[in-house]
């Protein structure tokens, strides 16, 4: 089956300490993002990659990194930098870049929680 | 700066009930609209897109509309299923955007009782 999968699902973490996050794709698409989802608010772009070895920031992209070494594998690290980091962080990829033509397909999120 | 509002923010009907959530927005210049659904603690997943020249698109029970002159958009259950209940997201892209080119709605919650 076809698809994107992040891990872990929960994920616990004290203050001060980075994180990162696991995003894996097997459908073959070029794009891949990372969202950051908030109660009672839109998905924020925190940052994107158009193709291997190149990215780009989002909206929000203060106190996170990214990585894209495969075209399959997008890890999102989350620094002692990020005020807030507590969230559901989504990744999503795309066929093409995200012009809107090609559907985002999500995996089912990994949130986050940091005291 | 471009903005999706969405209605209402929540909602609750009875199982076998129609309902229809709206989206208005703001982004231009307009590419296309699309419809998410996004079951609790899961990814958002497509249901339907609409282009410009597109006035109504269906997806089984699901029906969306886009009226480009008003830029509203809504989306119709018809007989609801309690597996309808989500979050419903309207994302709207721009026509020069990239990846930075999507704006999000906030989602109306949809609770489907039996």
């Known amino acids: 089956d076809g698809g994107i999968t992040q891990s872990p699902k929960y994920l616990f973490r004290k203050e001060g300490q980075n994180v990162t996050l696991s995003c894996e794709q097997n459908?073959?698409?070029?794009?891949m993002y990372w969202y950051r989802q908030d109660p009672g608010q839109g998905l924020r772009l925190i940052y994107y990659?158009?193709?291997?070895?190149?990215?780009q920031k989002g909206d929000i992209a203060e106190g996170y990194s990214v990585s894209r070494e495969k075209k399959e594998s997008f890890p999102l690290t989350v620094t002692s930098a990020q005020k807030n980091p507590t969230a559901f962080y989504l990744c999503?990829?795309?066929?093409?870049?995200?012009?809107?033509?090609?559907?985002?397909?999500f995996g089912n999120g990994t949130r986050l929680t940091v005291t | 700066k471009n903005q999706v509002e969405q209605s209402p923010q929540s909602l609750i009907i009875l199982e076998g009930k129609n309902c229809t959530l709206q989206?208005?927005?703001?982004?231009?210049?307009?590419?296309?609209l699309r419809w998410y659904k996004q079951d609790t603690g899961r990814g958002p997943v497509s249901l339907t897109i609409?282009?410009?020249?597109?006035n109504t698109k269906s997806n089984g029970r699901y029906t969306a509309t886009l009226d480009a002159d008003t830029k509203q958009s809504s989306l119709h259950i018809t007989a609801s299923q309690l597996s309808d209940s989500a979050s419903y997201i309207c994302?709207?892209?721009?026509?020069?955007?990239?990846?930075?080119?999507?704006?999000f709605g906030k989602g109306t919650h949809l609770i489907i009782q039996p």
């Open positions: 459908l073959n698409h070029d794009a």
């Open positions: 994302v709207v892209s721009a026509l020069s955007g990239g990846a930075d080119g999507l704006t």
């Open positions: 609409m282009t410009f020249s597109e």
């Open positions: 989206c208005n927005y703001t982004v231009s210049p307009f590419s296309n």
């Open positions: 990659s158009q193709i291997v070895n190149d990215f």
């Open positions: 999503a990829s795309s066929l093409t870049g995200g012009d809107g033509n090609s559907p985002l397909h």
